[in-house]
C-alpha cells in the first residue's frame, strides 16, 4: 500500500515536502502584504466580540517595523481597554525562559504595559491572577508541557474568562497557539507526517503522560467549531500530520465537522465574530473532510480520499461557521482554493501533488 497527496488547483504553489527535502526552507516564496497591518489601538468602548490570533511561528520583525509580518500582533490590542481601569495591559505567558522583548514589543505596537508571566508549575499556574489584563499572548515552546503545566488550573480558567466574558484579546505563535483551538495536539510526543504516512495509528498520537490520545479537548478550547491548529506547516510539511490529527479526533471524540488550520510560519490568522483574516508572508491551510470517511488500519498508513483544503495568503478570510472562503480580492497574490485531496502513501515517503 503507497501514500501520495493527489490534489486539483488553478494556481498550486510549490510542491508539498516532508522537513529535510530539497523544496523545504524557512522562508515563504510568498510575497508580503503590499500595505502593513494596523497598528491602531483605539479602544472600543463596548467590544461586542473577542479576538483571537493564531500565528504558525518563526522570527518576529524588530521594534519600531510597521512594516513587519508581526505588527499584526497589535490585533490583540483591538478592544482595547476591555478592563476599565484606564490602561491597556498585555500577560506574555511562558514556560521557559523569558525575554524583555515580547513585552517591550507589544509596547511598541500600543499597549500602556506589557509584562512576563513565567508559568513552569502547576502551583505557579493556581496562583496566577489577571484581573486588570486586557491581553494575553502565548509563547511558543512546548504544547505537551502548557498542557501537563497549565491544564485545569487558574490559568487556565482566568484566561477562558478573559475571552469569554471579558472579551479581551488572548494570541500565541507556534505551541501557543495550537493550544487554544478546540482540540490541541499537546500529547508530548514527536508526531511528524512520516508517522502517519506509515501507521495510521501510529503511537506517537498518544499522550506520553497517560498512555490516551495526545488530542485533547479539555485545554483552553478558545476557538470554537472542532478545530484544531497546527503551525510551522509548509516549512516542516505538516499536512499529512494534520491529517492524521485529524482522523485521530474523529475516531476518539465522534466529530461531526472538524476543521484543520495549518499556519506557516511568519503567518497569523486573527479570529472574530467567527470569521479568520490571514496576514503574513506565508499561508493558511484549512483542511476538512468531505464525504468519505478516513480509512484507519493499525499498522498500515492513513488513506483519506475527499479532502477538501482552502489555502490562502494575506488579505483572505475563512469563515468558520460555513467553511467558505473569500481569497480577498487579489487573485494573483492568494492562492486558489484545492479541492479533492486524496492520501495514499509513498514507500520513499515522498509526498507529491498531482493535478488531472
Known amino acids: 500500500m503507497f501514500l501520495v497527496i493527489l490534489a486539483c488547483a488553478e494556481r498550486p504553489d510549490g510542491p508539498i515536502s516532508e522537513p529535510g527535502s530539497p523544496t523545504d526552507t524557512d522562508t515563504s516564496p510568498l510575497d508580503p502584504p503590499t500595505s502593513p497591518p494596523d497598528t491602531g489601538t483605539t479602544p472600543v468602548t463596548e467590544p461586542t466580540m473577542p479576538?483571537?490570533?493564531?500565528?504558525?511561528?518563526?522570527?518576529?520583525?524588530?521594534?519600531?517595523?510597521?512594516?513587519?509580518?508581526?505588527?499584526?500582533?497589535?490585533?490583540?490590542?483591538?478592544?482595547?481597554?476591555?478592563?476599565?481601569?484606564?490602561?491597556?495591559?498585555?500577560?506574555?505567558?511562558s514556560e521557559g525562559e523569558e525575554t524583555d522583548w515580547?513585552?517591550?514589543?507589544?509596547?511598541?505596537?500600543?499597549?500602556?504595559?506589557?509584562?512576563?508571566?513565567?508559568?513552569?508549575?502547576?502551583d505557579a499556574a493556581d496562583a496566577v491572577v489577571l484581573d486588570d489584563v486586557d491581553a494575553v499572548f502565548l509563547k511558543g515552546g512546548d504544547q505537551g508541557a502548557y498542557y501537563d503545566l497549565w491544564n485545569d488550573t487558574a490559568l487556565e480558567t482566568a484566561i477562558q474568562s478573559l475571552y469569554r466574558q471579558t472579551l479581551g484579546g488572548v494570541g500565541g505563535t507556534s505551541a501557543g497557539a495550537m493550544s487554544i483551538s478546540a482540540l490541541a495536539l499537546a500529547g508530548g510526543m514527536d508526531l511528524v507526517s512520516a508517522d502517519v504516512l506509515e501507521d495510521s495509528h501510529t503511537p506517537y498520537l498518544r499522550d506520553d503522560s497517560d498512555g490516551g490520545t495526545g488530542v485533547h479537548d479539555d485545554f483552553f478550547a478558545l476557538l470554537d467549531g472542532e478545530t484544531l491548529v497546527d503551525t510551522h506547516f509548509s516549512n516542516r510539511g505538516r499536512l499529512a500530520r494534520l491529517a492524521g490529527t485529524l482522523a485521530e479526533a474523529i475516531d476518539v471524540y465522534a466529530l461531526a465537522a472538524p476543521l484543520g488550520i495549518g499556519l506557516d510560519e511568519q503567518t497569523c490568522a486573527t479570529v472574530q465574530g467567527g470569521v479568520a483574516t490571514v496576514s503574513g508572508v506565508g499561508a493558511v491551510t484549512?483542511?476538512?473532510?468531505?464525504?468519505?470517511?478516513?480509512?484507519?488500519?493499525?499498522?498500515d498508513p492513513l488513506i483519506w480520499a475527499d479532502l477538501q483544503l482552502d489555502r490562502l495568503v494575506a488579505g483572505g478570510t475563512f469563515d468558520l461557521s460555513d467553511r467558505t472562503s473569500d481569497l480577498g480580492g487579489d487573485p494573483v497574490g492568494t492562492l486558489a482554493r484545492l479541492h479533492a485531496v486524496g492520501l495514499t502513501l509513498r514507500r520513499s515517503r515522498e509526498l507529491t501533488r498531482v493535478c488531472s
Do not use: K, M, Q
Not at 110 to 121: K, M, P, S
Not at 286 to 299: D, I, K, S, Y
Open 286 to 299: 484549512f483542511l476538512r473532510p468531505g464525504t468519505e470517511a478516513a480509512v484507519r488500519v493499525p499498522g
Open 102 to 122: 515580547v513585552p517591550a514589543y507589544f509596547e511598541s505596537l500600543g499597549a500602556d504595559e506589557a509584562f512576563n508571566v513565567l508559568v513552569d508549575t502547576r
Open 51 to 93: 479576538v483571537l490570533l493564531l500565528c504558525g511561528g518563526g522570527t518576529e520583525g524588530d521594534v519600531g517595523d510597521a512594516t513587519s509580518w508581526s505588527a499584526v500582533y497589535a490585533d490583540l490590542l483591538r478592544n482595547g481597554d476591555v478592563t476599565g481601569d484606564g490602561l491597556v495591559r498585555v500577560a506574555v505567558i
